[in-house]
């Protein structure tokens, strides 16, 4: 999904996935096909993300004390849910969390 947002003309990408595993294939995958300098892999819980401007944090600051992973709100939200429905992988809580932390007001959310 990542060289697909890249490819579409995103001048950057951060992919967000849980599995180590899938993050190295994926930044593999990025490297061979010439999009490693546009996107970028983030081996992480997407309910930990967040912006320097997501509302509970400060100063480039999640709560936690570590550095927020995205210096600013994305304007496209494009997702993926290996699942036969909504609400098997929590699909639609995930997709609002991101709204209120991770997407400007007006963004665009596409499923895959």
């Known amino acids: 999904l990542?060289?697909?947002?890249?490819?579409?003309?995103a001048d950057r990408v951060l992919g967000v996935e849980q599995s180590l595993h899938m993050c190295e294939v994926g930044e593999e995958c990025e490297l061979m096909n010439g999009f490693i300098q546009k996107c970028t892999m983030l081996q992480r819980?997407?309910?930990r993300v967040m912006a320097v401007d997501s509302d509970g944090a400060k100063h480039g600051r999640k709560p936690d004390g570590n550095p927020c992973e995205m210096d600013r709100r994305a304007d496209i939200l494009i997702y993926e849910v290996f699942d036969s429905g909504l609400i098997g992988e929590g699909c639609l809580h995930l997709v609002s969390l991101a709204q209120l932390r991770l997407l400007h007001p007006n963004a665009t959310i596409l499923p895959m």
């Open 2 to 9: 990542s060289m697909l947002a890249a490819r579409a003309g």
């Open 45 to 47: 819980d997407s309910r």
